[in-house]
C-alpha cells in the first residue's frame, strides 16, 4: 500500500464510494479515514473489493491468510486422493478420481493467483506452507485407509468443503468471489460422484457395503471439525462476518451440513457414527453429539495422523524438482536474451534463477 | 477369466489383437503417468500430467472395449498376456526420465494414429479423435525435452541421460502389429527424424546403441516385459482381484 500505485488506487476508490455512496463534494484530499469510510460504505452496499483498491491492512492480511490456506489445502488434499489412483478397482472409476485430483491442482492454481492480487507471491507462501508457518485444513492429515475413503472425502469432506464455500461466492473480495464460483461447480460434481462411489459400495457385495461403512465411521467426525471451532472460540469470525468475507458462523454452517447429510446417509443405506444424532421437532434442525475438540486442536497442532507425512511429501516433490524450475527458468532466460540480442541491452541476464 | 479375444472371423480377430496392442500402451503409460499425482516439480506440471494420463486412459478404454470387457482386460491378465511395448511400462524415474518416455512414446502415437486415422480401417474413427491429444502430448515432451536439454548443466545431463537410458526401449515400437497395414520402415525413418531434430533443438546427442533384440526391445508385444511391470500390475489389480465379481 506504500507504492504510488497502490495510493493512487485508493484515492480513486475512496472518491468513487465517496460520491456514489454519500453524495459529498468532491475535490478535497480524503485522507486514510475517509479512505476507511469508502471502503466500508463498498462493503455494507455489497461492492466488491478490487485488487487496487484502498483496503485495511488487516483485511488484506485476513484474506491472504485465508485464500492462501484455501489453495494450501486443495494441494495437500491431492494426497490422500492420489495415495488410491494406482488402485481405482475399475477404469471408469480411475478417470474419475484422475480428473478430480487434477482439478484440485487447477483449484490450487486459481487460489494461488487469487491470493497474488493482494501483493503476495506463490513461492512465498509455498514457503509459508513447507516451513509451516501456514496451514492447510486439517481435514486431509487423515489417511485414506480403503477403497471407500475415496467416496467417503467425495460424499463428506467435499460436502462439507461446499457448505463452507458457497457463501465465499459472495465474498466481499472480488477475485476470492469469482474463484470460489468456479472451485463450487466443480465441487459439487466431485460431491455427486463421492456419493455415487458409497451407493455403488453400499449396494454391493457384504464386504462392500462393511468398507464403505467403515470409511463413514472414520470420516464423518474430521468432516464435522472442518467448519472450525465452536462461535465461542473462533477468534476471526466477528470481524470476517463484518467485512463479509465470511457470511455465517461455523456452528451454524456446521448443523447446516448435519442437516443435509442425515437425509442422504439414509438413501445410502449407511449409518452416521453418532448416537446422539436425532431430529429436534422444537428447533427444525437435528441435534448432535458432541465434538472432541482436543483430537481437533491435537491435529492443527500438527499432531493428527498424517501431518508429518503430508508435509514431508509436500517438501520433497518441491525440492526434487528444484532442478526442473531451475531449468526453466534457465532457459527462458537464454531464450529472452537470444531474442533481445543486437537490440537494446535487456534486463533478462541474472533472471535465470529468479 | 473369461476374456475372449477371439471375434467369430479372422478379420475381427485381427483387428481385436491390433486393439489390445494399442490398448495396453496407453492404459500402461496412463498408469505410470497417475503415480505422478502430488509429486509433480510445479502444480502446472500436476495439471498437465494428470491430463494426459487422462487422455490415454479415454484411449485405452475405448480400445479395450472393442476387444472384450475394459476391466477384464485391465485387472485379470497376468503379465505374459499384455501386449504393451516394454517403453510404456518403465518406472517413471526422474522428471527428464518420464519427459524421454513421453517424447518418444508420443511421437509414435502421433505418427501412428496419424496414419490410421488416413485408412478406412476398424480404427481409424478412435485415431481421427486421439491424434488431435497426443498432438498436444507431443508438444508437451518436446517443449520439456528443448526446456530441460537447453537449461542448466544439471538439466541437461538429466536428459541426456534419460534419452540415453530409455533408447533400447525405442525400436520395439516399429515392429509391425497384425491388424495395423501401414509402411513401418517408413514411420521408423519419420520417428528418427523427427525425435533427432528435437534432440537438436535441446543440444543434446541422438543415443546409440542397440534398438532390437528380445531383451533390449521388441518383446512387449508378444507378452514378454521387463520386471517393473508385474509390480506395477500387482499394484494396479490387487483390489479388483480380491473382490472377485463385484461391480464398483
Redesign the interface.
Known amino acids: 500500500m506504500a507504492t504510488a500505485a497502490a495510493h493512487q488506487a485508493a484515492r480513486t476508490q475512496a472518491a468513487h464510494a465517496t460520491s456514489d455512496a454519500t453524495g459529498t463534494a468532491s475535490g478535497q484530499e480524503p485522507g486514510t479515514a475517509a479512505y476507511q469510510t469508502a471502503f466500508d460504505t463498498a462493503v455494507a452496499a455489497e461492492e466488491r473489493i478490487e485488487p487496487r483498491d484502498w483496503m485495511p491492512d488487516a483485511y488484506r492480511a485476513t484474506l491472504v491468510r485465508q485464500i492462501a490456506q484455501h489453495a494450501h489445502s486443495e494441494i495437500i488434499g491431492m494426497q490422500p486422493e492420489a495415495n488410491w489412483i494406482t488402485r481405482a478397482p475399475s477404469l471408469r472409476r480411475k478417470a474419475i478420481l484422475m480428473a478430480k485430483v487434477q482439478d484440485e491442482a487447477g483449484h490450487g492454481l486459481y487460489l494461488y493467483s487469487a491470493a497474488e492480487t493482494l501483493g503476495t507471491g506463490r513461492d512465498e507462501l509455498l514457503d509459508k506452507l513447507h516451513s509451516g508457518r501456514q496451514k492447510y485444513s486439517s481435514i486431509f492429515n487423515y489417511p485414506t485407509l480403503t477403497w471407500a475413503d475415496v467416496g467417503a472425502i467425495g460424499w463428506l469432506v467435499d460436502g462439507a468443503a461446499i457448505t463452507n464455500q458457497v457463501p465465499l461466492c459472495r465474498c466481499s473480495y472480488g477475485p476470492y468471489a469469482r474463484a470460489m464460483v468456479r472451485i463450487c461447480k466443480e465441487e459439487s460434481f466431485h460431491q455427486r460422484q463421492g456419493y455415487e462411489l458409497l451407493l455403488a459400495l453400499s449396494r454391493g457385495t457384504e464386504a462392500q457395503h462393511a468398507m464403505a461403512q467403515d470409511a463413514v465411521d472414520r470420516w464423518w467426525w474430521p468432516s464435522l471439525m472442518m467448519f472450525g471451532p465452536p462461535d465461542d472460540e473462533s477468534s476471526h469470525s466477528a470481524q470476517s462476518m463484518e467485512w463479509k468475507i465470511k457470511r455465517h458462523s461455523n456452528d451454524e454452517l456446521r448443523q447446516r451440513f448435519v442437516d443435509i447429510c442425515v437425509p442422504q446417509a439414509e438413501s445410502l443405506g449407511l449409518t452416521l457414527p453418532d448416537p446422539d444424532l436425532v431430529w429436534n421437532e422444537e428447533r427444525g434442525q437435528h441435534d448432535f453429539g458432541a465434538i472432541d475438540w482436543t483430537e481437533f486442536w491435537e491435529v492443527l497442532k500438527g499432531n493428527g495422523p498424517c501431518n508429518e507425512q503430508r508435509i514431508t511429501q509436500r517438501r520433497q516433490a518441491h525440492d526434487e524438482g528444484a532442478w526442473v524450475r531451475e531449468a526453466a527458468a534457465a532457459h527462458a532466460a537464454k531464450h529472452s536474451e537470444a531474442k533481445h540480442s543486437g537490440g537494446q541491452d535487456s534486463g533478462a541476464n541474472g533472471k535465470a534463477t529468479a | 477369466m473369461t476374456t475372449s479375444l477371439n471375434p467369430a472371423s479372422s478379420a475381427g480377430a485381427v483387428t481385436a489383437a491390433a486393439a489390445l496392442a494399442l490398448g495396453d500402451d496407453a492404459?500402461v503409460l496412463s498408469?505410470r503417468l497417475?503415480?505422478w499425482?502430488?509429486?509433480?516439480?510445479?502444480?502446472?506440471?500436476?495439471?498437465a500430467l494428470?491430463?494426459i494420463?487422462?487422455d490415454l486412459?479415454?484411449q485405452?478404454?475405448v480400445l479395450?472395449s472393442l476387444v472384450g470387457d475394459?476391466?477384464e482386460l485391465?485387472?485379470l491378465r497376468e503379465e505374459r498376456a499384455f501386449r504393451n511395448v516394454q517403453l510404456v511400462e518403465q518406472p517413471n524415474g526422474?522428471?527428464a526420465h518420464t519427459i524421454a518416455r513421453q517424447l518418444y512414446f508420443s511421437t509414435y502415437q502421433r505418427l501412428l494414429y496419424g496414419r490410421l486415422a488416413g485408412t478406412d480401417g476398424p480404427l481409424a474413427g478412435l485415431a481421427a479423435k486421439a491424434v488431435k491429444e497426443v498432438a498436444y502430448h507431443q508438444d508437451h515432451a518436446e517443449q520439456w525435452t528443448?526446456?530441460?536439454g537447453?537449461?542448466?548443466a544439471?538439466?541437461h545431463d538429466?536428459m541426456q541421460r534419460a534419452c540415453d537410458a530409455l533408447w533400447r526401449h525405442t525400436g520395439e515400437m516399429f515392429q509391425p502389429v497384425d491388424g495395423i497395414d501401414i509402411d513401418w520402415p517408413e514411420m521408423e525413418a519419420s520417428w528418427t527424424s523427427s525425435v533427432s531434430a528435437v534432440l537438436e533443438r535441446a543440444t543434446l546427442t541422438v543415443p546409440e546403441g542397440p534398438r532390437t533384440g528380445a531383451w533390449s526391445a521388441g518383446a512387449g508385444r508378444q507378452g514378454l516385459h521387463t520386471e517393473p511391470f508385474g509390480r506395477m500390475l500387482a499394484?494396479?489389480q490387487?483390489?479388483?482381484r480380491s473382490?472377485p465379481?463385484?461391480?464398483?
Not at chain 2, 37 to 47: D, I, K, S, T
Open positions: 492404459l498408469h497417475g503415480e499425482a502430488g509429486h509433480a516439480p510445479v502444480l502446472e506440471e500436476e495439471v494428470a491430463n494420463a487422462l486412459l479415454g485405452a478404454r479395450l475394459e476391466d485391465a485387472y526422474d522428471f528443448v526446456r530441460l537447453d537449461g542448466t544439471e538439466s538429466r499394484e494396479m490387487h483390489l479388483h473382490h465379481g463385484a461391480s464398483w
